[in-house]
């Protein structure tokens, strides 16, 4: 079974960077859409970047120009840049294989497809 494990969170201050890691057990990067979601308190959780197989991209209005996803398939990892943090990005972060692979749509057309992992709390403080 697949396993998920998101690291990199922490405490930053507004405008500051963290960069979010996500390694998985099995070859799953490099043939699955990969996506990461977000879950502040008492939120749903939300996906804010998808990368699809082609490597193309998109992201939440709220994060775009700020947040940068891209994967490492050798490493079967997949990484979260996040820059010019807010307040508003305090949340527990996870990854997840998503569908649809190939194409990139509207975000809420994705489904993820894996068990969900710990995530990695993120801290924005002002």
């Known amino acids: 079974q697949v396993q998920l494990e998101e690291s990199g969170g922490g405490l930053a201050q507004v405008g500051g960077s963290l960069r979010l890691s996500c390694a998985a057990t099995?070859?799953?990067?490099?043939?699955?859409?990969m996506g990461w979601y977000r879950q502040a308190p008492g939120n749903q959780r939300e996906l804010v970047a998808v990368?699809?197989?082609?490597?193309?991209?998109n992201y939440r209005d709220s994060v775009k120009g700020r947040f940068t996803i891209s994967r490492d398939n050798a490493k079967n990892t997949v990484y979260l840049q996040m820059n010019s943090l807010k307040p508003e990005d305090t949340a527990v972060y996870y990854c997840?294989?998503?569908?649809?692979?190939?194409?990139?749509?509207?975000?809420?057309?994705?489904?993820?497809?894996?068990?969900w992992g710990q995530g990695t709390l993120v801290t924005v403080s002002s």
């Open positions: 997840n294989a998503v569908t649809p692979r190939s194409i990139i749509a509207p975000l809420e057309v994705y489904r993820s497809l894996e068990r």
């Open positions: 099995e070859n799953i990067i490099s043939i699955n859409a």
């Open positions: 990368m699809s197989t082609a490597g193309k991209t």
